[in-house]
């Protein structure tokens, strides 16, 4: 990588040996291997600035973070993180029993070691590995044992440097009996070319609620590489859903999460849009590995434009007493657009009941018929069927969210119909 | 006449199906259209509605003065037809509410009347969910004379109200199809009609129609008084036409 080959300090004496594994692996990641020549990219250093309020921010910013859900008026938040490239510009909480700070600064004042890719393996691949050499910033969010965090947490990934890598790494501690509602908004400034890498780490405590809300509004020439790992104890529940506004050049990722404790629950769902020329390979999977644990993916792909989407799906039930559905759908709205539903059922104990469905196909004549009986025209209809498609029921989501991406989805499927 | 079907023809993927229809439906005037199954009245509905698959091959259909062969499904909606479909698809992700607010937005909204008639047809409980997603054969004929009413067609093609459908149902279908027969509040001097497509022939006896109509084959076999139609088929069947059809010809 440009710029950034130079050996950095170690963040603490116990990541040595994460730090050696994570080189062994970037050391046999080829190009090839990982789809990307991470020379092409530079890492930034972080700069000595800070923002005291979004509304602060310089317009453009401003206004391409609130096109993901980052809002300006942060009364109707508990807490906002924002970060400018390499650099953490805010770390604010407003409400008692949250903690927000940057991974550097939680370096500093919390003991990480429980947490710090622990859902994650460090050398997973070349992209995590390059996160842990080379990472800067990222966002740590702890809701304090029994807390329930009223209002949703914001953080927002901007990336506006041409033609760099972006790599933080996020953890979420969620103790016992805590819920907090988080936001993630990522985007990148008009055309410009980069690489994001963000690693996430879930912990979901026993008797905790997570809910994670994330919108990409990327720009065309910017390559996406999240990976995230959820652990989810006892009583837990994690509730994600995922959505991408914009083209971009291409996206792969596939959280899994590990329901570890008694009647744990998960439910991951997404909305991929094949814009333009988007490649976007995307997945999610659950392990079961407790009695009476619960999860379902929901994942909805729309192809348009050349765009070609993976949708990928996995439940792993490795013990008795677990239920998980899987529902796999696709709409194709241009004959040069693909959709590949790619769902897998593995059991691996007796007394699993692991179902999916899934579906890939055009919108069916006989509804626009439908519609156009009742008076809507070709392009009113197919805009109807087409956010119809879109509405996903997010179980335990926030009225304020929900309406949120209520109104993202609104400008999704109108960028889908073009 | 507000609807004229002139010696009308129709193949659908490459099959007549129609084989020239003549059938007319007045101003204000409900005509009752039975038949067998497959005999073509389902066809008929969809002919005059447009369907992309039902090609004219002879014939026209006029309404209000103006051929609609070559119009589009919408552009005959737009010029005031409706139509209750015998099984509507189901629609995903959109709750019947917001198809009827849809409605309404074109209509420059009625929604105090939409609100009557989602109590008039016991809709309350539908209004919440996707449209025909899970819907009883009584709820889904409900759904579709509460969109029509929404609608408020000039002339309404009701499919097959009668069919799948309980006791306490038919009296709320036939309220609403009366109801879509009243005059508009609008323009008292247009005067909705209806065209009711009954394989049973039970609506026949609840609504009061001028004329029936009955099809064999893709053709009009006989038509007349809707009463003595109605009663004929009710007591005698279909079978008693097809003989005197043949006597006929």
């Known amino acids: 990588m440009r710029e950034v080959l130079e050996e950095e300090a170690l963040r603490a004496d116990w990541t040595t040996d994460l730090r050696k594994r994570a080189k062994d692996r970037l050391s046999k990641s080829s190009p090839s291997e990982m789809g990307l020549d991470l020379s092409r990219f530079r890492m930034l250093q972080p700069r000595d600035e800070s923002a005291s309020s979004v509304a602060s921010l310089p317009r453009e910013v401003r206004e391409a973070s609130e096109a993901v859900g980052v809002v300006g008026d942060e009364t109707a938040r508990s807490g906002t993180y924002f970060q400018l490239d390499a650099t953490a510009l805010m770390k604010k909480v407003a409400v008692k029993g949250l903690e927000i700070m940057s991974l550097e600064d939680a370096f500093d004042q919390l003991d990480l070691k429980r947490y710090y890719w622990n859902a994650v393996p460090v050398d997973k691949d070349g992209f995590t590995s390059a996160v842990e050499l080379y990472g800067k910033g990222g966002y740590v969010i702890v809701a304090r044992r029994g807390h329930k965090v009223e209002l949703p947490v914001q953080a927002c990934l901007f990336m506006k440097a041409n033609e760099s890598l972006q790599a933080p790494h996020n953890l979420i501690v969620a103790e016992e009996d805590s819920s907090v509602d988080i936001i993630t908004g990522c985007t990148s400034m008009p055309e410009k070319n980069g690489l994001h890498v963000g690693v996430s780490e879930f912990y979901v405590k026993k008797g905790a609620r997570v809910t994670f809300t994330m919108i990409h509004g990327w720009t065309h020439d910017i390559h996406v590489r999240p990976r995230t790992g959820v652990m989810v104890e006892e009583g837990g529940t994690f509730v994600s859903h995922y959505v991408n506004l ?32 988007s490649r976007m390979d995307v997945g999610a999977e659950i392990e079961f590995n407790a009695p009476d644990t619960k999860g379902e993916i929901i994942s909805k792909s729309v192809g348009t434009g050349d765009s070609t989407v993976y949708a990928r799906g996995r439940l792993v039930g490795n013990v008795d007493g677990v239920r998980g559905h899987l529902e796999c759908r696709g709409l194709i709205m241009n004959p040069k657009s693909r959709v590949y539903a790619i769902p897998e059922l593995m059991g691996n104990a007796m007394d699993v009941e692991l179902t999916h469905e899934a579906s890939v196909g055009k919108l069916s004549q006989d509804q626009i018929y439908y519609l156009m009986s009742k008076g809507f025209t070709d392009e009113e209809a197919t805009s109807i069927l087409v956010r119809g498609f879109m509405e996903t029921k997010i179980e335990g989501i926030p009225p304020m969210l929900d309406s949120m991406i209520r109104s993202v989805t609104d400008i ?3 960028r889908a119909v073009g | 006449m507000l609807l004229e079907v002139r010696d009308l023809s129709v193949l659908v993927k490459g099959r007549e199906i129609l084989k020239g229809v003549d059938l007319t439906v007045g101003l204000g005037e409900s005509v009752i259209l039975m038949g067998p199954n497959g005999s073509g009245k389902s066809s008929l509905i969809h ?5 992309a698959d039902y090609k004219i091959t002879k014939g026209s259909i006029l309404f209000k003065g103006k051929e609609l062969n070559a119009l589009s499904t919408d552009e005959r909606a737009k010029l005031g037809i ?33 609100d009557e008639y989602i109590r008039m047809l016991r809709c309350e409980e539908l209004v919440g969910r996707d449209v025909n997603v899970g819907f009883s ?10 969109l029509l009413l929404a609608q408020r067609p000039s002339l309404s093609l009701i499919d097959e109200p009668d069919s799948g459908v309980d006791v306490d149902s038919i009296r709320l279908v036939t309220r609403a199809i009366e109801e879509l027969l009243k005059p508009k509040d609008s323009d008292p001097a247009d005067m909705p009609s209806a065209l009711i497509v009954t394989h049973l022939g039970t609506i026949g006896k609840h609504l009061s129609a001028s004329r029936a109509y009955i099809m064999l084959g893709g053709k009009v076999a006989c038509f007349g008084e809707a009463r003595a139609i109605v009663d004929l088929v009710l007591s005698r069947g279909f079978e008693e036409c097809v003989r005197c059809s043949r006597r006929k010809h």
């Open chain 2, 47 to 51: 002919a005059i509605m447009g369907h």
């Open chain 1, 246 to 277: 914009n083209p971009l050049s291409t996206l792969q990722m596939y959280p899994a999460v590990r329901l570890n404790g008694r009647a744990a629950r998960t439910s991951l769902s997404s909305l991929l849009v094949g814009l333009g020329k």
């Open chain 2, 137 to 146: 054969g009584g709820e889904m004929k409900r759904a579709e004379l509460l």
């Open chain 1, 412 to 414: 999704v499927a109108s």
């Open chain 2, 82 to 114: 409706g139509v209750s479909f015998q099984v509507p698809p189901k629609v995903r992700g959109v709750s019947l509410g917001k198809l009827l607010s849809s409605i309404g937005e074109h209509d420059g909204g009625q929604e105090a009347k939409v």
